[in-house]
């Protein structure tokens, strides 16, 4: 990087709140020890030390943490502050208190001595991570299970949060099978654009081993699987192959049941976060969200017979719906803020302080790309009548409203000329959008065409077009006769 890009990334890193740059050091470093980008993670970090920390403190990477060295098995399955979560996944709010409590009751002997080996600075400390996550997942299956009811409740309540004592078994369970996930996971291949026979195969077999496949490890198995897919709903034909039938009641009596729940889970987050952007007015990843909630509602459909009265049908019927409620208000208020935009009132009421915004613009082109994209994936998600009639309105709208401007920059007011200029310039992106950029280059170029007619011109002209008109007259005359 050349000497002002650098100066420019510190300067952005700079700008950031605190906890974002303590985020980023944190996603960075283990980016770095998973080896992933470790020339730019390197690059990135150390300017962000020279911004967070002062030069005389130690700038190494903060990996002699002892919870990160316990709970480093969990990476792969960690969520940041999810209103829900699905079988394979842990908040990562929860690793602290269960930290707190592994060194308070769980297993307090264990923890001090793994303390003191990681503070000592002891070059191989692969042995004593591995005891330390195995007397963790001792202490907390002993919690989870082996405890009597009532004392369970009591160790459990002290926890903290109803949120930890959720996670608390998970963590357990990944703990004890730390060794076993990572050999399942240096075996999956590294993406899967189609899940095939061939590959749910292979995946199988590298299933294949008892401590994977337990009632609480399952879940985790299927997640590193998940993560490699490129259409994560595609995990169900894993279900599908062990039930040898797309029958649901018998994908749900084996243990794969679980990749059905899995994948509906997934296609609810993801219609949880459009609904998010489209609150928020970012519509960056509206095509992402759209395409995958419509290409995996109807894989489920497809290839799972689910009946609509059955618990994973009312799920997706919930999905669905919600999906349409979120989009239909929506793009409903398109075409008004199009109007409204474009509308041309009466002259006189255009003043010197009229004004068109810029932004308002983009972000109703954005709205107009935002019903074209519902209008492609309306079949799966019960927008086909409101995406068709909003797009169709808008395609009409525009292109009366765009040709009605051009003619409107004809004026002599300079006034009136200089705000339908700017109305035309939002005509012409609209047109961009809904029509493409040949048309609206030809509009563009209409625009640039129309000069002001003075009065006296104009009368001119029509005065001069009627004697024009009887040579011509003449002439058919002349012909007919």
């Keep these: ?9 510190r300067e952005y890193l700079g700008q950031l709140p605190p906890k974002a740059q303590a985020l980023l050091m944190r996603e960075f470093e283990r980016a770095i020890e998973r080896g992933e980008d470790v020339a730019v993670a390197n690059f990135v970090l150390e300017q962000l030390r020279g911004i967070v920390r002062a030069p005389s403190e130690d ?53 001090k001595a793994f303390e003191a080996t990681v503070a000592g600075g002891a070059p191989d400390i692969k042995s004593a991570v591995r005891a330390a996550q195995l007397a963790a997942a001792d202490a907390i299956a002993n919690v989870t299970g082996a405890l009597t009811g009532g004392e369970r409740q009591r160790t459990l309540g002290r926890l903290g949060a109803t949120s930890v004592v959720e996670d608390i078994g998970s963590i357990g369970a990944v703990l004890g099978a730390t060794e076993q996930l990572d050999k399942l996971n240096q075996k999956l291949p590294g993406h899967i654009r189609n899940f095939t026979e061939s590959h749910i195969r292979s995946v199988m077999d590298a299933l294949n081993l008892p401590s ?6 399952l879940p985790f198995s299927v997640s590193l699987v998940m993560s490699r897919l490129a259409s994560p709903w595609q995990i169900v ?34 219609a949880s976060d459009l609904r998010s952007d489209i609150k928020r007015g970012q ?12 290409d995996g509602v109807r894989g489920l459909r497809t ?25 239909q208000s929506e793009i409903d208020s398109v075409p008004g803020r199009v109007r409204r935009l474009l509308r041309q009132g009466p002259d006189k009421d255009v003043t010197s302080a009229s004004r068109i915004d810029s932004v308002e613009v983009e972000e109703t082109a954005a709205l107009i790309d935002f019903v074209a994209v519902c209008r492609t994936y309306a079949s799966e998600l019960a927008i086909n009548e409101v995406s068709l009639r909003a797009y169709t309105e808008l395609q009409h709208y525009v292109e009366k409203a765009t040709e009605t401007l051009v003619e409107s920059l004809r004026t002599p007011d300079q006034r009136v000329r200089a705000f339908r200029q700017m109305q035309i310039k939002a005509a012409i992106r609209f047109c961009d959008v809904l029509f493409g950029p040949d048309y609206a280059s030809l509009m563009s170029k209409a625009a640039e065409m129309a000069r002001p007619v003075e009065p006296k011109e104009a009368d001119g002209a029509k005065a001069g077009a009627k004697p024009a008109a009887k040579p011509a007259t003449e002439r058919k005359s002349s012909r007919a006769g």
């Design 1 to 9: 990087m050349s000497q002002s890009s650098i100066e420019r990334l």
């Design 212 to 217: 994977l496949q337990t009632p609480h490890v």
């Design 283 to 294: 519509f960056q990843e509206t095509s992402n969200h759209l395409k995958s909630l419509h």
């Design 237 to 270: 034909r894993l279900g599908i192959m062990v039930a040898g039938s797309d029958d649901e009641i018998r994908v749900a009596g084996t243990p794969f049941g679980v990749t059905v729940t899995m994948a509906i889970q997934e296609l609810s987050r993801i």
């Design 59 to 111: 700038i190494t990477a903060r990996t002699e943490d002892p919870m990160r060295h316990l709970f480093r098995p969990l990476d792969p399955f960690l969520v940041d502050n999810p209103p829900s979560i699905r079988p394979g996944q842990i908040r990562r709010s929860s690793l602290g208190p269960v930290w707190l409590w592994l060194g308070r009751e769980g297993c307090p002997d264990a923890i």
């Design 303 to 327: 290839e799972l017979d689910i009946r609509s009265d059955s618990a994973w049908g009312k799920q997706l019927a919930a999905i669905r719906a919600e999906i349409s409620n979120s989009l």
